[in-house]
Nanobody, 121 residues
Framework: QVQVVESGGGLVQAGGSLRLSCAAS????????MGWYRQAPGKQRELVAQ???????NYADSVKGRFTISRDNAKNTLYLQMNSLEPEDTAVYYC???????????????WGQGTQVTVSS
């Protein structure tokens, strides 16, 4: 089994910063793509940022220039540095990892439980 645990959410004023972390553990042979998604009340879950094992990144247009995704492959850990936060960034943020549990095994998706980010105006 694979466990995915996020941390680092909280309440911050507009213009402030937060850093989210996500740790994956358990039966992991390798991790392919890692990503952050968010879901605001009444809205669909959306991609915030993704990063491949080789370090290639992809960002939603709404966070480009403000958020930075990074990963520590040795620790199976994902980060999201969020700067210049806006009230529109308020949402539950979820970590997603694509894991290979063994050599030759197909990839599987795993999600964390989510961490709340609230930005006050």
């Amino acid at each position: 089994q694979v466990q995915v645990v996020e941390s680092g959410g909280g309440l911050v004023q507009a213009g402030g910063s937060l850093r989210l972390s996500c740790a994956a553990s358990g039966s992991i042979f390798a991790i392919n793509v890692m990503g952050w998604y968010r879901q605001a009340p009444g809205k669909q879950r959306e991609l915030v940022a993704q990063i491949t094992g080789g370090g290639t990144t992809n960002y939603a247009d709404s966070v480009k220039g403000r958020f930075t995704i990074s990963r520590d492959n040795a620790k199976n850990t994902l980060y999201l540095q969020m700067n210049s936060l806006e009230p529109e960034d308020t949402a539950v943020y979820y970590c997603n990892v694509v894991v290979y549990r063994a050599v030759g095994a197909p990839p599987n998706d795993y999600w964390g439980q989510g961490t709340q980010v609230t930005v006050s105006s």
